[in-house]
């Protein structure tokens, strides 16, 4: 294997690290947010007010994107494995 197609795979790796989750981490900080600026308005102060909406939001985010989520992880793993014989050199 040499350095630059180890690099290749790597920085593809990232990208799709990257591109899974996303969405989900900008769900999770939105939510966030609006349930701080909601709190802050209201001076209500509770825990789990703060972790309900925002497991509820990024389970329905999930199932969502999940078929999303799988064919781009598939794809990437069908690419990984159709480059072993390269590896291999």
Known sequence: MTPEFAIDLLKNLMYHAVLVAAPVLMAAMLIGLAVSLFQAVTTIHEQTLSFVPKALGIVALLVLL???IIRVL????VMVIQK???MAR
């Open 66 to 68: 999940l078929p999303w």
């Open 74 to 77: 598939t794809e990437f793993t």
């Open 84 to 86: 072993i014989p390269e």
